[in-house]
Nanobody
Framework: VQLQASGGGLAQAGGSLRLSCVAS????????MGWFRQAPGKEREFVAA????????TYQDSVKGRATISRANDKNTVYLQMNSLTPEDTAVYYC????????????????WGQGTQVTVSS
């Protein structure tokens, strides 16, 4: 499956962004989808994940209450809505996919998109 993330950009602290990731090549609903991010000088970290049907979600503690992951299977798209942004949210955000026939939530993801830069200014 090929993944194309978009929606990043420059935002003010306290603002919001919605990231999108469009998938192609396979049946989208057969995949768990996840968002990860990597800040400069730091390791990549998990942000959120959503099951194939969208009925289950999980979040990293630091974004709970500020982030919402959702998906539109008819559009082969997964979204990440981020609110109340802080400079600590500055990172390259990646979407990833893993077969839903594995465990939930996935420990590893097989397919990765190219990343979209989010920069939050104070």
């Amino acid at each position: 499956v090929q993944l194309q993330a978009s929606g990043g950009g420059l935002a003010q602290a306290g603002g919001s962004l919605r990231l999108s990731c469009v998938a192609s090549g396979r049946t989208f609903s057969n995949f768990y989808m996840g968002w990860f991010r990597q800040a400069p000088g730091k390791e990549r970290e998990f942000v959120a994940a959503i099951s194939g049907s969208g009925g289950s979600t999980t979040y990293q503690d630091s974004v709970k209450g500020r982030a919402t992951i959702s998906r539109a299977n008819d559009k082969n798209t997964v979204y990440l809505q981020m609110n109340s942004l802080t400079p600590e949210d500055t990172a390259v955000y990646y979407c990833a996919a893993e077969s839903r026939f594995g465990r939930w939530p996935p420990k590893e993801y097989t397919y990765w998109g190219q990343g979209t830069q989010v920069t939050v200014s104070s």
